[in-house]
């Protein structure tokens, strides 16, 4: 932009001493690009700018300028061409980092600056990728030897359903400690997968260390390799005990060799028991067929608002799913755009559809009072489900009648169903109480549109006026009366886009962060004010005051506290309303109890709460 600035006044005609100032300051930015350019692009332009800034300061002379005005020109021009030419190699350069899906620039054998991870580790990373550890049965078991970190992360981060494990002889932090060459407190056959990383070469010579490996692998199971060694030589051990599969260029494509910046030569070694042992590592889904034509109604709701692009293909997800018996009920809600039209192509496999001249906001509390299933499940209008979503969890409910609801994985995706590399709905299971202490911490992380719900457990949630949060008070109601399961396999894509003048509520923008925060503070007063003693001692017990805590003035003391605690201002205030509810009921167990008196209620109402919003406007 600059250097375009400096050649149009050259053309127009300046004043030389303005003009040279102007391109004293370009040939700084140029200077500094040396910083910010990966040195293998930068050099190719370097004699070039040298030449550039050089000719730049002997404008500087008395007369030179006058004299070289046509060069000037000339040299501009061709800048403007190299930083072109320079900035389209440069985002070609930049590559994501398989590991933590940032942003890095693709330098050979470069190692992540956000997460550390290697080549090596992103050549692992892919292979779970590839083979599909995302989609591992609940409760498979990987374990790493002498873990790296940006391999840990990446699996507890996207597998949360698998139980992981890392083991070393001297490295603080892992599961247990152990010697390669004696795993004797771990059992036969107990790992679906193990990665083997930075283990010493001559650690697997004699053989010793793979005996026992092969011992505690399960008899499907893969065996790891990260470190460059040759397996195929005559003279190692793992050639008598293991098959070895070399997987290299050819198996994970140019691409992600380019990706990972791969050598040309580098290879991932996966050793297996029986040479017919397939590498997927994905669970492998199979559908109750009777089940699928005969089983339980399931009603399925969708209000639409102005998704005349993604609707067809929502609907189409929910009429092509292998569960049969659905019951779909659909609305628009006064859509402005063509919405109304696309569905009506649809029409005949609707058993009630409703087109309204006046939006509120979505309508699909409304719709539910036409569910006549004996489940509900929610569809949103721009969103995609997994042909199998219906069957597995059907199957699911009808096998487990305490569960109130059945979820699954999903993830965001761009308007075109990219994935977005979000992991916020990849959750494992946990009891009611646990999921109670996990909303009050992070809040929501459960897929609306991913819930099979049971009708009755559906219209017993108590109802509130939220835009922003509906799921998370929904699902906090719901925890209190039953229990939820998850099942871990992205079933659901929900896009999640801004732009255009267009924006779904689950847009981060400012205006839905205010109201996130703002409906937190209305309604986990009600929660935690109703929440019964016991649960409230299960769900929060760990963050109690006095973990002893057990009549009914002390109760109510920590579920003030707790609510004060919180880390929403909103929600602080709505302690301070709660204390002046309870006050004449706790007044003499705060004092007593708790050293809790006027003077610290003073203190706080003007440091937390609404006080310390003020606060911060200055």
């Known amino acids: 932009m600059q250097a375009r600035k400096n050649l149009s006044k050259l053309e127009e005609g300046t004043e030389s001493v303005s003009f040279m100032q102007e391109i004293a300051g370009l040939s700084q930015l140029i200077h500094n690009l040396n910083t910010i350019v990966p040195e293998t692009i ?145 059992g036969d056959g107990t790992y679906d997968v193990i990665i083997c990383s930075q283990v010493p070469e001559h650690a697997l010579e004699d053989g010793k260390a793979l005996s026992e490996i092969r011992r505690v692998l399960k008899p499907d199971g893969k065996l790891i390799f990260l470190h460059p060694i040759n397996l195929n030589r005559e003279n190692v051990e793992a050639r008598a005990q293991f098959h070895i599969h070399s997987l290299g260029k050819e198996y994970f494509g140019p691409e992600i060799f380019a990706q990972c910046a791969l050598t040309e030569t580098g290879v991932l070694y996966v050793l297996t028991k029986k040479e017919e042992v397939s590498l997927d590592l994905a669970e492998k889904i199979t559908v109750d067929k009777e089940l699928c034509q005969n089983g339980p109604l399931v009603s399925v709701i969708m209000s639409c608002y102005n998704h005349e692009s ?72 721009d969103d995609v489900w997994d042909k199998d979503k219906l069957a597995l969890q059907v199957a699911y409910m009808e096998d487990h009648a305490a569960c109130g609801v059945c979820l699954t994985w999903a993830v965001y995706t ?38 099979l719900i049971r009708r009755e457990t559906g219209m017993a ?62 309604n986990w007063l009600w929660v935690i004010r109703d929440m019964r003693a016991d649960f409230f001692k299960r769900a929060f017990g760990s963050m109690m005051i006095n973990p002893l805590a057990d009549t009914a003035e002390e109760i109510k003391c920590e579920k003030y506290f707790l609510m004060l605690r919180h880390r929403n201002l909103f929600v602080q205030y709505s302690a301070m309303c709660y204390l002046c509810e309870i006050f004449d009921e706790v007044r003499e167990c705060l004092e007593e109890k708790y050293h809790y008196l006027y003077r610290e209620f003073r203190e706080d109402i003007m440091k937390k709460g609404i006080a310390a919003v003020y606060d911060l406007q200055g």
């Open 42 to 186: 930068y050099l190719d332009y370097q004699e070039f700018f040298d030449a550039f800034c050089s000719f730049c300061e002997q404008c500087a002379s008395p007369g030179f300028m006058e004299a070289q005005v046509d060069q000037m020109a000339s040299s501009l021009s061709l800048l403007i061409e190299c930083l072109q030419d320079m900035e389209a190699r440069y985002a070609r350069s930049i590559k994501i980092c398989v590991c933590c899906g940032q942003k890095v620039p693709h330098l050979p054998e470069y190692s992540c600056p956000f997460c550390g991870a290697s080549d090596r580790d992103r050549m692992l990373i892919s292979f779970l990728k590839k083979e599909r550890l995302r989609d591992a049965a609940e409760g498979t078991k990987v374990l790493q030897v002498a873990p790296t970190e940006s391999i840990s992360r990446w699996i507890l981060r996207n597998c949360p359903q698998i139980l992981y494990e890392t083991t070393d002889l001297s490295r603080e932090g892992v599961t247990f400690p152990s010697d390669l060459q004696d795993m004797r407190t771990v």
């Open 310 to 381: 993604f609707v067809a293909e929502a609907i189409e997800s929910v009429l092509n799913q292998s569960y049969k018996n659905i019951e779909f009920i659909v609305a628009d809600d006064a859509s402005s755009d063509q919405t109304a039209t696309v569905m009506k192509r649809y029409s005949v496999h609707f058993a009630k559809e409703m087109y309204f001249d006046t939006n509120i906001g979505g309508r699909s509390e409304f719709l539910q009072q036409y569910a006549t299933g004996k489940y509900i499940a929610l569809m949103h209008s």
């Open 414 to 451: 761009d308007e075109e169903l990219r994935e977005k590399g979000d992991t916020i709905f990849l959750q494992k299971n946990r009891s009611s109480s646990e999921w109670m202490h996990f909303f009050w911490k992070y809040s929501n992380a459960l897929c609306n549109p991913s819930s």
């Open 461 to 522: 949630v108590r109802k509130t006026p939220c835009s922003q949060l509906p799921d998370l008070f929904k699902w906090i109601d719901v925890v209190q009366r039953t229990s939820i399961y998850i099942i871990p396999k992205v079933l659901v894509r929900m896009r999640r886009y801004a732009g255009n003048g267009r924006e779904n509520t689950s847009n981060c923008s400012r205006e839905n962060k205010i109201r996130h925060e703002a409906e937190e503070g209305c």
